[in-house]
């Protein structure tokens, strides 16, 4: 049965459905890249801007987990360097309220790139529709003019629909001709974010349980890390 409501949910969004998803989500897809999504590919778009030589990239993706537990085993800020491509530090080392954290890291970049270190400021949100939001700021960087981001976990039928934003201004000379190696290391990073999650979920369910934990501590106003 499973199986069969996975086709019918397929052919449904590749002919152009846009029921149980909002309206606004499933306008920024073609009906290809729609059905790219349900069959678990990742989906790339991006948005040029007059704002530094890279451009914004979006990441569409479908992961097997419920968007709370996505959630919570990504904001685990401390367990990011285990997992994420290239990055080697992820240090929470403020609060600046129990949902909005600062993390410093340590990045590997491409030669002839030196490591970039910077800080990010992280908030976590509930959304209206039971999805959750984490977005970030840029707080410090030795290699970076701009950073923003936000990463949305989306609740569909059995599945969560990830949609993941990233700009960055680099402050570097080489930076143009790095821009298929930006956007290949991004993809990199989700489809990295995608296996930990559906890891931990299916492995490790009483490390899932402590983040859960956390998260919903800091929804109840507690400070999560001690610092």
Known sequence: MKKLCAIILVTLI?????????????????????????????????????????????????????????????????????????????????HVTPTDVHVSYERKLPWPLANSHYTTGNKIRRLPNGGYLLEWY?????????????????????????KYENFIKPNSFFASLLKNSMINDLKKTLDAIIFHIEEIKDKHPEKLNDMKRKILDAFQGKYVYKL
């Open 14 to 94: 590749w002919a152009g459905s846009v029921c149980a998803v909002t309206p606004e989500f499933l306008n920024e897809l073609n009906k290809n890249q729609r059905k790219n999504l349900f069959e678990k590919k990742l989906v790339i778009n991006t948005i040029k801007t007059n704002d530094g030589p890279w451009p914004r990239v979006i990441i569409y993706a479908v992961i097997d987990s419920d968007p709370f537990d996505a959630m919570a085993v990504y904001a685990s800020y401390d367990q990011q360097k285990n997992y994420v491509p290239e990055v080697i530090k992820s240090k929470p080392i403020k």
């Open 138 to 162: 840029l707080v410090h960087s030795d290699s970076v003019e701009k950073s923003d981001g936000r990463i949305r976990f989306i609740p569909y039928m059995d599945v969560t629909i990830i």
